[in-house]
């Protein structure tokens, strides 16, 4: 049936794959892991949490070796994967290391968690899942394929769904089902982009030189909105306006330790691939009529509404999970700074901004979930805690200070680094735009004190109401945890070359 | 004759999904479905997609669709009983909302009316090639999806045993 | 030695802070002890700053002199490499110049006066001690440091200490009034913060990218022709963008030379009306006077003095409105000379706004802790027309003004605290005749508002001749905003001097009875504070040219980047 030809390609194809399999050893281990974490619960039902979670954590620790192996052995030519699905970038790969440490820390907090303790959901599901959304994230750190940037995406959000309603209450389930509602919205809109694309330019590949020149040659405006649209799912996971609509609710009836997950590792995935989709459109030149319009334009009109939106809307929350959610949202635009910036400068901010963001989340849901053992989540019930647990209150108070972005922490310096590169692509470009951006996101800092301020301010400010409260018990765990989050916090921001050296060479 | 079908399932496809909206009950709606299943796969005939067609039917038609149908019929009240009662939540802001979605609407038709597809050089050199394959797609096919789609096609593997774990997980905690 | 001093004023208190947190709760008098002779060490070294500052004909006096500051400590902190955009260097870089040795001699002194202040506080004192202290830090470095970074830090870290001060141990309405004084203050600073991120992209250290760029060997000393080759082929444009090494340094950002070509803050861009230099500029001015306060931006000020404690206020009022002052003469002033010449009339009807509105509104408070806010805000509206003026008199004068304004707004919040103390009402119809009952504490509230009202030999008096001097001999303001200004001086007179009648003249009485017996003359203590003080604004109502010694010859600098 296939000429002679045809399958001597065949199998050069095959033998491809083949030594393509080599570069995703840590995805396989994953995706084995989380089949095996499967199977020993159909064999041994009932394991005690404790037991999976040293099961999962070593999983995840034989992927952390096999990442780190990769980051060695690493030879810029061993860059196309499986016949153009996946590039592997030092940049990826350390990001990988990311994401493992964002499930470790979610291992860890919904083991802490009182509440999820109490609802005794299936844990071995619940880390299963997390495995799965974890081999969804290394694909998609990887992705340069429009259907495999897809596909692992909704690896990720199939998997978030669940994971969302892990209260199983009403509130869970409402979330969750509005989750998956806007969740099949964006997809649903993002694949549709996609197919516009792949119109255009006849490959899915984005790297792909067919893919730029397609692109060039189609019409501005169509071009601009397939983009726009295709980036639907991706502003879905980072919770970027217009598609943030999901983050509150979900972030107040799931569990915290989802909830840090989710702020964190599929943000950060998230961004990651629009980094490269946005570096890709941000080749061209879009022509509506006569007036010339760039892709960041979009992208910065975009971050400037999500960071009023989020800051302002974060002003009336009363509850310490929505505020936080509404922070995601504002950090979500910050994050879409350095993309519009889309210099050398803004790729190595962007990291630093990530790198730092996911300790300042964990750092902050550590200690929110911590407080819920004598308060709801609401940020009144605070009162006096900070004067009765000083280190606990510290914590709070460094968390919102790098959240907020002021000195002395690394929240500072990498708000300092991404308005920098905004700054200087301000300056070779001209456009009022940037400008525009860079001063509403500077003074929006002023609104995102003052919601960041009131949980010290409860901590401190207010008496201790009597008769205290239960007993808030603070294990050496908790402590070690949180040191070891928030310390580097502070640390990076007196010695910045130290990471940013390293993060310099994730080319 | 071709575009005549064309527009015939085309038109098919939009009449039976608007009514699927529209209509208030749930077996109407899947009988509706059904139809729009059916033009989307002699969509997928008319370009030569023959494999794909035929996986439309026996998937989303044989498959999908009729467990759809047991499970309403299952369920629900028996057909001429009276459809459930009124959403609980008003529809607000109607008009808006239709405003958006004609401009939406307006919008992606331009879109594509200006992508002009049709004149694309890949698509063009596609048609051309189109002549030289034998009838069938499936080689094609079958040789693409373990290689160039190998890892696509095992990720929606494990995509498919999340959305198992989950639609269990969450039927059998329903409290 | 000497090299370290202006380091152990920054780090000394860093760590008695971190003994203080390290001791047990129940060491109240520890703590006490600790800060006292912490801050008294601080006075001392600013001190012993004060006598060894060299003043010489000749020799450059600091400004954009990177060799003419004295005290010197310069040491690389960061450095990163931006890729294609060059690298970023932050030095740690302290130095005294005659802008900012007063201020810093006023620093120890008033974080002295605030400490034995402090000896009455009763609730939560190792947290009270111990944010003091990072407060004295913080203040002290602000004044010290030259590289833009160092000084935001500390400008940004003192916000937080000041915060919890007033929000944990000040008076009924804390809450509003910290929340009030930071979200203020922060806004100030992050327009600090936008002109920052502008500057220091647009800047580049001469010396550090003479070795980048290779024209200098590792070894070799960098020497003018060196400078002037990097500064020449940066203004090419064949200096290689990675080459470029943007710097912090305040001293950089005022040499004209080392602006990048292209940069939209380049001096010599243009001359449009509104160009991105004028907006710059006004987001510095705005940043710091909002801190100084100006009369639009000043809401804070009251609120946040009424409502702190004792120490807290003489602290606020003593030496962080100077930060505003300050950072207006080395930041915006310095590094926007043409800015500041072609907006020198707006500065000024600013200053004369604050003169104004502040002496009206003192005349109408019937708190007296609001009088004294007030107060404040007219006198460093002079501040604020001296530097405006541009003239030597105008800058001496104001720089002379913050620093006895320093000295008797301290003196007037402790006076304010020594009756809130005894009565714990602050109304000024509560009292009358109070000479009767107390005549030592009357015969220094008498220095004090006198001082205050400019009477000569005090040394509130030098400081506003000073600088209406400067703003009538000045080229750059009109006439007629000098004549209003005058006018302050006639409404501080109208408010001290009624605000004396009617509260310590006349036949004694107090609202509540009960009260006569609990207003006892001064203790020992505050004989110390109120003395001390009442000495220093005599001193130097005397002999001002113990300030004007060593200022005059970093103004004649300072003066000089206004006729390049």
């Known amino acids: ?507 | 004759m071709v575009l005549l079908l064309f527009y015939f399932f085309c038109f098919l496809i939009v009449v039976s999904a608007f009514l699927m909206l529209l209509t208030r009950h749930i077996l109407y709606a899947a009988f509706l479905l059904l139809l729009t299943f059916l033009g989307i796969a002699a969509l997928y005939a008319l370009v030569g997609a023959d494999f794909l067609a035929v996986s439309q039917v026996v998937i989303y038609v044989g498959g999908v669709l009729v467990l759809l149908l047991f499970g309403i019929m299952l369920t629900h009240q028996p057909v001429g009983g009276q459809p459930s009662a009124a959403p609980q939540t008003e529809s607000r802001n109607l008009w808006w909302g239709a405003l958006t979605g004609i401009g939406f609407f307006a919008l992606l038709a331009q879109v594509i009316y200006k992508a002009d597809f049709t004149s694309k050089a890949w698509i063009v050199s596609a048609e051309s090639q189109k002549r030289l394959l034998n009838n069938s797609s499936i080689p094609h096919l079958g040789a693409n999806l373990m290689t160039h789609y190998l890892l696509p096609f095992e990720i929606i593997a494990i995509l498919l045993l999340v959305a198992l774990v989950g639609a269990t997980l969450l039927a059998s905690r329903k409290s | 030695m000497q090299n370290y001093l202006l380091s152990i004023l920054i780090f000394l208190p860093l760590g008695a802070m971190v003994g203080i947190l390290c001791l047990p709760n129940s060491q109240k008098k520890t703590f006490k002890i600790i800060t006292l002779l912490v801050t008294g060490l601080q006075l001392l070294v600013s001190l012993v700053i004060y006598a060894t500052y060299a003043v010489s004909k000749g020799s450059p006096a600091g400004v954009y002199h990177t060799s003419g500051f004295q005290f010197a400590e310069r040491v690389e902190w960061i450095r990163l490499d931006l890729g294609n955009l060059g690298q970023l260097s932050i030095d740690y870089w302290l130095g005294v110049d005659g802008l900012n040795v007063m201020l810093v001699v006023l620093t120890g002194l008033v974080m002295f006066v605030g400490a034995i202040a402090s000896w009455q506080i009763q609730t939560k004192v190792k947290g009270y001690f111990a944010l003091y202290l990072l407060l004295s830090s913080s203040l002290m470095g602000c004044f010290v440091a030259l590289d833009f970074f160092l000084f935001y830090l500390f400008f940004e870290f003192m916000l937080l200490p000041m915060y919890f001060l007033i929000g944990i141990w000040g008076g009924e309405r804390r809450e509003y009034a910290s929340i009030k004084f930071f979200i203020y203050t922060l806004f100030g600073s992050l327009l600090i913060l936008i002109a920052m991120i502008a500057l220091y992209l647009s800047v580049i250290d001469p010396h550090k990218t003479a070795r980048q760029a290779g024209l200098a060997e590792k070894s070799q000393v960098i020497d003018n022709q060196i400078l002037t080759k990097t500064q020449d082929k940066l203004a090419e444009g064949t200096l290689p963008a990675n080459n470029r090494v943007h710097t912090f340094g305040l001293p950089m950002m005022m040499d004209k030379a080392n602006y990048l070509p292209n940069a939209s803050l380049q001096p010599n861009s243009g001359s449009e009306t509104w160009t991105m230099r004028a907006l710059i500029f006004w987001a510095l001015l705005l940043g710091f006077a909002i801190k100084l306060p100006i009369v639009p931006f000043h809401t804070w000020l009251p609120d946040a003095h009424v409502e702190a404690p004792t120490p807290v206020s003489v602290v606020l009022a003593g030496v962080l409105l100077k930060i505003g002052g300050y950072g207006i003469l080395r930041i915006a002033y310095s590094i926007f000379p043409d800015m500041a010449i072609e907006y020198a009339s707006w500065v000024a009807s600013l200053g004369v706004l604050a003169i104004i509105y502040g002496a009206l509104n003192a005349l109408a408070m019937a708190d007296l802790k609001k009088m004294v806010a007030y107060s404040s805000v007219s006198h460093m509206g002079f501040v604020l027309l001296g530097v405006a003026s541009l003239t030597a008199e105008g800058v001496n004068g104001a720089i002379f003004q913050m620093f006895s304004h320093g000295i008797l707004s301290a003196m007037l919040f402790i006076i304010v605290g020594v009756l809130y103390d005894r009565t714990h009402d602050r109304q000024i119809e509560h009292y009358r005749g109070l000479s009767q009952a107390m005549p030592y504490f009357t015969g220094l509230v008498m220095i004090a508002f006198f001082a205050s009202l400019g009477l000569p030999g005090f040394s509130g008096f030098i400081g506003e001749v000073f600088t209406l001097l400067g703003s009538f001999k000045s080229t750059k303001i009109a006439i007629g905003i000098s004549v209003v200004a005058v006018g302050g001086i006639v409404l501080g007179a109208a408010y001290f001097l009624w605000t004396l009648q009617r509260m310590f003249l006349g036949k004694f009485w107090v609202k509540d009875a009960q009260w006569k017996t609990q207003l006892h003359d001064l203790y020992p203590a505050e004989w110390l504070m109120l003395g001390g003080l009442a000495a220093a604004t005599l001193v130097f109502g005397l002999f001002p040219s113990l300030v004007f010694n060593l200022t005059s010859q970093s103004v004649e600098v300072f003066l000089g980047l206004f006729v390049k």
């Not at chain 1, 968690?113 to 959901?121: D, G, N, Q, V, Y």
């Not at chain 1, 502003?235 to 009836?253: G, N, R």
Request: glycine share 6%; net charge positive; hydrophobic share 55%.
């Open chain 1, 1 to 507: 049936m296939f000429s002679k030809n045809l399958v001597s390609e065949l199998s050069n194809q095959l033998n491809q794959i083949l030594d393509s399999l080599v570069w995703v050893y840590p995805e396989l281990v994953l995706a084995g892991w989380f089949l095996g974490i499967l199977l020993l619960d159909l064999v041994w039902r009932n394991l005690p949490y404790r037991i999976l979670a040293g099961i999962t954590g070593l999983g995840l620790g034989l992927t952390a070796v096999l990442v780190y192996r990769q980051f060695v052995d690493f030879q810029p030519l061993s860059g196309n994967l499986f016949l153009g699905m996946l590039q592997l970038s030092p940049a990826a790969i350390y990001f990988k290391f990311i994401f493992l440490l964002c499930i470790a820390c979610t291992v860890l907090l919904a083991g802490r968690s009182r509440l999820f303790r109490r609802t005794k959901p299936p844990y071995a599901e619940f880390l299963a899942l997390l495995l799965a959304m974890g081999l969804g994230l290394h694909l998609l750190a990887m992705s340069v394929n429009l259907l495999m940037i897809y596909l692992s995406l909704e690896v990720v959000s199939l998997s978030s769904y669940i994971l969302a309603a892990f209260h199983f209450n009403q509130k869970a389930s409402e979330g969750s089902i509005k989750y998956l509602l806007f969740g099949a919205f964006s997809s649903g809109v993002m694949l549709y982009g996609m197919s516009l694309l792949y119109g255009f330019c006849g490959t899915l590949q984005i790297t792909d030189n067919q893919f730029v020149t397609g692109l060039a040659q189609a019409d501005g405006m169509a071009v601009l909105v397939a983009g726009f649209l295709a980036m639907a799912g991706l502003l879905f996971k980072i919770s970027a306006l217009p598609f943030h609509l999901w983050t509150p609710d979900v972030y107040q009836a799931s569990p915290t330790a989802v909830v840090a997950f989710f702020a964190t590792a599929p943000k950060i995935a998230g961004v990651l691939v629009l980094w490269q989709f946005s570096q890709v459109l941000g080749k061209i030149d879009f022509w509506l009529g006569n007036v010339k319009v760039e892709w960041t334009d979009l992208l910065a009109v975009l971050a400037i509404l999500t960071i009023i939106f989020g800051n302002f809307s974060a002003l009336w929350q009363t509850q310490a999970k929505r505020m936080l959610a509404y922070s995601a949202i504002a950090h979500a635009g910050f994050l879409l700074i350095p993309l519009v910036a889309a210099n050398e400068l803004g790729r190595q901010s962007l990291f630093f901004y990530l790198t730092v963001y996911v300790l300042m989340n964990f750092g902050a849901f550590w200690l929110v979930e911590l407080m819920s053992q004598v308060a709801d989540y609401q940020i009144k019930s605070y009162e006096g805690w900070g004067n009765a647990y000083p280190i606990l209150g510290l914590g709070f108070l460094v968390v919102m200070i790098a959240l907020t972005g002021l000195p002395p922490t690394a929240g500072f310096t990498a708000k300092l680094l991404i308005f920098s590169a905004l700054w200087e692509a301000y300056q070779s470009s001209q456009n009022q735009l940037l400008l525009v951006l860079w001063v509403v996101g500077l003074l929006n800092t002023v609104v995102a004190l003052y919601y960041y301020l009131k949980i010290p301010f409860y901590l401190f400010l207010r008496p201790l109401p009597t008769p205290p409260n239960p007993i808030l018990t603070v294990r050496k765990l908790d402590y070690a945890w949180l040191i070891l989050l928030i310390f580097p916090l502070i640390f990076w921001f007196f010695k910045t070359d130290w990471l940013m050296a390293m993060l310099k060479m994730l080319v």
